[in-house]
């Protein structure tokens, strides 16, 4: 189960009881705020609060900028020239905090994101649920073989059912053993710091993440690209879809400058002169190494 019917009970409150603000608010992101998003077999994502919107961006580069910006009067063209050229603090003065209910082996890759604010559930205090990360069967893959950190076909028949009921199976095994180490009954009963140490890294833990726009793009950038693994990437989608509701102009700038957007070495751009120019440039006369010739060749393929 994503979300308990304790939580379900407290967002539906929270969205029962609207309150007048003078705030700027989005009223994309008010059509997010509180409600879970499923991710995964027992994940979510919810925005629990959040900061400014598209004007907000615009407001503080005009405080930088002033009477300049006269020749990008707009909005939506100022955030594109903001994007465009990497002029990144007015994207900083709008802010969100998400309730993220993740697996631990996820989690380790988003924690590596260290320009935010964590909060997580403590399993030194509390008991974990036993709800773990099962892949559905069309994302059981194997391991590529072009890509060390990758992974390739779907694996099938008889391996699949074998490799799932070994997951499930480990996993509940190592939940039993959990709970009886901690139990007290008959005994001392383990410490839940310790315990906890005996659990698998699909199980699930939540946090709270608290991030401004500026770092959650970067964030975005590298984790819905499809380099990303599938299990945290599925979380980057479902924020994306969130920031592109909150703040459409510079989701849209976003898209276009970074998540779409390609980037070539000088010498990639020596190669593409004198292909424009009419030469043929080929593996053997770039420069580069065979990798970052087929990388280049990709851009176009
Ligand atoms: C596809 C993929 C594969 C990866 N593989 C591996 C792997 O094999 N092993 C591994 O360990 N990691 C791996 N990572 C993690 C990666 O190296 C980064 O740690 C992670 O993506 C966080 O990026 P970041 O540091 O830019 O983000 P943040 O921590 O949010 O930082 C944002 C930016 O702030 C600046 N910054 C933040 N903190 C500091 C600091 N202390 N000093 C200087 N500048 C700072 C940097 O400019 C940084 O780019 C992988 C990431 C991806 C997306």
């Not at 608290?210 to 599925?234: G, M």
């Amino acid at each position: 189960m994503a979300v308990t019917p304790e939580q379900q009970a407290e967002i539906d409150a929270l969205r029962e009881t609207p309150r007048q603000t003078l705030r700027a608010v989005s009223e994309g992101m008010e059509a997010h705020l509180y409600n879970a998003i499923p991710v995964l077999d027992h994940g979510f994502v919810r925005v629990v609060d959040y900061m400014g919107d598209d004007a907000a961006i615009c407001q503080a580069a005009r405080v930088s900028y002033g009477r300049g910006t006269k020749s990008v009067q707009n909005d939506e063209g100022l955030i594109r020239y903001l994007m465009r050229h990497w002029h990144s603090t007015p994207f900083e003065m709008c802010e969100v905090k998400l309730h993220v209910k993740l697996p631990v082996f996820v989690a380790r890759q988003w924690i590596r994101h260290r320009t935010a604010n964590v909060n997580e559930y403590s399993a030194r205090y509390s008991i974990l649920d036993r709800e773990f990360y099962i892949p559905a069967p069309e994302h059981l893959a194997a391991q590529s073989v072009v890509n060390n950190q990758g992974r390739g076909e779907v694996l099938e028949g008889e391996e699949a059912a074998r490799v799932l009921e070994m997951l499930k199976r480990d996993s509940n095994l190592a939940y039993d053993h959990y709970e009886e180490m901690i139990s007290t009954e008959d005994q001392q009963g383990l410490a839940r710091e310790l315990a906890r140490m005996n659990l698998p890294a699909n199980i699930y833990t939540q946090w709270y993440w608290k991030v401004d726009l500026h770092n959650l793009l970067h964030f975005l950038r590298l984790r819905a690209d499809a380099h990303a693994q599938y299990e945290i990437r599925v979380y980057a989608d479902a924020i994306c879809k969130v920031v592109a509701d909150w703040v459409p102009f510079a989701y849209r700038a976003f898209e276009d400058y970074r998540l779409g957007a390609v980037t070539f070495s000088a010498q990639m751009v020596d190669c593409m002169k004198r292909m424009l120019a009419g030469e043929e440039v080929t593996e053997e006369n770039c420069g580069m190494s065979k990798r970052e010739w087929r990388e280049f060749r990709a851009n176009f393929e």
